[in-house]
Antibody, heavy 123, light 107 residues
Framework: QVQVVESGGGVVQPGRSLRLSCAASTFTFSAYGMHWVRQAPGKGLEWVSLISYDGNNKYYADSVKGRFTISRDNSMNTLYLQMNSLRAEDTAVYYC????????????????WGQGTTVTVSS | DIQMTQSPSTLSASVGDRVTITCRASQRISSWLAWYQQKPGKAPELLIYLASTLESGVPSRFSGSGSGTEFTLTISSLQPDDFATYYCQHYEDYSWTFGQGTKVEIK
């Protein structure tokens, strides 16, 4: 079964850093773009970042630009999100999600989601 | 930036009802619109993409339509498993925007 599994969440103080991981299995990870999407407690979904299948192109929401860095290791089938200068408003469940089609086509939606990892930013 | 506004925010309905959720864009957009279902404590699931294409494995009672600034998700006959929150999502110029969500509750 195609799946992705997030890890790395936890409680962190404002201003500190955290790195999330997303391990992919049973699909050709290196062929697909990958997203991070977050959901604050009791709120809706917010797109965070996308990385292209080859890692050459990265895009960020304005709310995290300059603080978060997306990356991937295709040899390890793993996606990452390095989060620096964390703020209380970054508190959320973070999901990784697979782009539906391979290559550079991003307009068909996100077809595989993980269960999410919770990040809490609090002093 | 394009804003996506869903209506209603909450919808109370009964099993067997026909349900329609609307997603309006702040300006005319392409049909690069998707719909997701999310149940409490679970990850979202893709239902519809390209405004009207049903994702594999999704029951045919779900359908999507629309163009321009107004898009709709319709559930033709609401089933117990359909009580959830639904989100529209638009893609344009390397930016992905979700609507605020519509919660479908049991009447």
């Amino acid at each position: 079964q195609v799946q992705v599994v997030e890890s790395g969440g936890g409680v962190v103080q404002p201003g500190r850093s955290l790195r999330l991981s997303c391990a992919a299995s049973t699909f050709t990870f290196s062929a697909y773009g990958m997203h991070w999407v977050r959901q604050a407690p009791g709120k809706g979904l917010e797109w965070v970042s996308l990385i292209s299948y080859d890692g050459n192109n990265k895009y960020y929401a304005d709310s995290v630009k300059g603080r978060f860095t997306i990356s991937r290791d295709n040899s390890m089938n793993t996606l990452y999100l390095q989060m620096n200068s964390l703020r209380a408003e970054d508190t959320a469940v973070y999901y990784c999600a697979k782009v539906k089609y391979s290559g550079y086509e991003y307009y068909h939606g996100m077809d595989v989601w993980g269960q999410g990892t919770t990040v809490t930013v609090s002093s | 930036d394009i804003q996506m506004t869903q209506s209603p925010s909450t919808l109370s309905a009964s099993v067997g009802d026909r349900v329609t959720i609307t997603c309006r864009a702040s300006q005319r957009i392409s049909s690069w619109l998707a719909w997701y279902q999310q149940k409490p404590g679970k990850a979202p699931e893709l239902l519809i993409y390209l405004a009207s294409t049903l994702e594999s494995g999704v029951p045919s009672r779900f359908s999507g339509s629309g163009s321009g600034t107004e898009f709709t998700l319709t559930i033709s006959s609401l089933q117990p498993d359909d009580f959830a929150t639904y989100y529209c999502q638009h893609y344009e110029d390397y930016s992905w925007t979700f609507g605020q969500g519509t919660k479908v509750e049991i009447k």
